[in-house]
């Protein structure tokens, strides 16, 4: 089966720095692909990030410069460094794994809260 | 960057209704968008992928259709555990990958 637990939110202060977590079991973080979604507080889901299994990374406008995808195959762990943190990134952060059929599973999601 | 239309932004039906909720792409994405069911506190949870294929256990009362630059889902027989916010995913070719506003259901 597979599943996705997300951590390492909080509550941070403008300008700060947190690295989330997303530990994977019944897959590897190497297949097709993984990204992350965040969602601020009443609103829609908006799209962060992707790594391929090739590598490849991509980034949403928003935080091109400042986020950074990356991975640990020998911990089957999704990382997302985020710095220079804003107040306009307070959102729940999902992590979420594609397979090769097309299907997308999703962890849980974990807050991340930026304020003063 | 491709953008994503979906409308109507909320809808409201009585318990055995159809709905249907569309979302149109700035350019052809051919078969490539999921929907998605996000019940209030909850992650997303994906219904329908590559446009039209029913995830696994996911209820046949929800269908997809579409190519191209034009999608649209279906919820049958509506029932009151349908209450949610249905969102469109499209992930063509190149990022970003952008989401559809989405459509908050509520049933009268």
């Known amino acids: 089966e597979v599943q996705m637990v997300e951590s390492g939110g909080g509550l941070i202060q403008p300008g700060g720095s947190l690295r989330l977590s997303c530990a994977g079991s019944g897959f590897t973080v190497s297949g097709h692909y993984m990204s992350w979604v965040r969602q601020a507080p009443g609103k829609g889901l908006d799209w962060v990030s992707v790594?391929?299994?090739?590598?490849?990374?991509y980034y949403a406008d928003s935080v091109r410069g400042r986020f950074t995808i990356s991975r640990d195959t020998s911990k089957n762990t999704l990382y997302l460094q985020m710095n220079s943190l804003r107040v306009d990134d307070t959102a729940v952060y999902y992590c979420?794994?594609?397979?090769?059929?097309?299907?997308?599973?999703w962890g849980q999601g974990t807050l991340v809260t930026v304020s003063s | 960057d491709i953008q994503i239309t979906q409308s109507p932004s909320s809808l409201s039906a009585s318990v055995g209704d159809r709905v249907t909720i569309t979302c149109q792409a700035s350019?052809?994405?051919?078969?490539?968008l999921n929907w998605y069911q996000q019940k209030s506190g909850k992650a997303p949870k994906l219904l329908i992928y590559d446009a039209s294929n029913l995830n696994t256990g996911v209820s046949s009362r929800f269908s997809g259709s579409g190519s191209g630059t034009d999608f649209s889902f279906t919820i049958n027989n509506v029932q009151p555990e349908d209450i949610a916010t249905y969102y469109c995913?499209?992930?063509?070719?190149?990022?970003?990958?952008?989401f559809g506003q989405g459509t908050k259901l509520e049933i009268k």
């Open positions: 995913h499209q992930y063509n070719n190149r990022p970003p990958y952008t």
């Open positions: 350019q052809d994405i051919s078969k490539y």
């Open positions: 790594i391929y299994g090739g590598g490849s990374t």
């Open positions: 979420n794994y594609g397979d090769y059929g097309g299907r997308v599973y």
